[in-house]
């Protein structure tokens, strides 16, 4: 469900796809979780999901109750939304749908929270698009970073990279890191 808008010229000077469709299917299918409070980010700042560590009997139980109760709710779809929605037309969805997937066989409130939180963004912004335009940058621009906080199940980093062409993203990844990194530079290196 991809739109393309072309601008209409001698030439198509520029082109847009978007998901309008695709949010608003996703908005029905969550229609108690929408909230009108305006949101300036896809993910709460300072948000960090990851796996639980505590492994006593009481916390396992504890934990798989939780879950039950958000997969029940549709955590699994509306990742799976997020995650679709995130990969064709809102890359800066991206970091919030891996972090969500960190946890999708056993997810948490915060979880259920963070993905609604995304979702609510989406919706929001469900009108706008990815544009590439005949005017934008005809060499490709890379751009990457890392995190130098390591997700405690694992210790590694969360990175990310965009490649910029005519003006839009052609790739887009936001993935862990497949080492340990040593620091800040070593995380940025890989």
Not at 59 to 85: F, H, I, N, P, T
């Amino acid at each position: 469900m991809l739109a393309l808008n072309v601008s209409s010229a001698l030439v198509a000077s520029s082109i847009e796809m978007s998901m309008t469709a695709f949010i608003d299917t996703m908005g029905l299918a969550f229609p108690t979780f929408i909230n009108k409070k305006k949101l300036k980010t896809p993910s709460t700042k300072g948000t960090h999901l990851h796996k639980h560590l505590k492994s006593d009997e009481a916390s396992k139980r504890q934990q798989e109750a939780e879950a039950k109760v958000v997969l029940d709710r549709g955590y699994q779809s509306l990742l799976g939304m997020v995650l679709w929605a995130a990969r064709m037309c809102y890359p800066e969805c991206l970091v919030g749908a891996s972090m969500l997937g960190r946890v999708m066989s056993c997810p948490t409130e915060e979880a259920w929270t963070e993905g609604i939180s995304i979702m609510n963004w989406m919706i929001q912004n469900r009108l706008r698009g990815i544009k590439f335009s005949a005017s934008g940058n005809e060499e490709p621009v890379a751009f990457v970073d890392a995190s130098n906080k390591p997700d405690p199940s694992d210790g590694k980093c969360q990175y990310g990279y965009c490649i910029m062409w005519m003006g839009g993203p052609i790739v887009t990844v936001s993935k862990k890191l497949s080492h340990v990194g040593l620091s800040a530079a070593h995380n940025e290196y890989m």
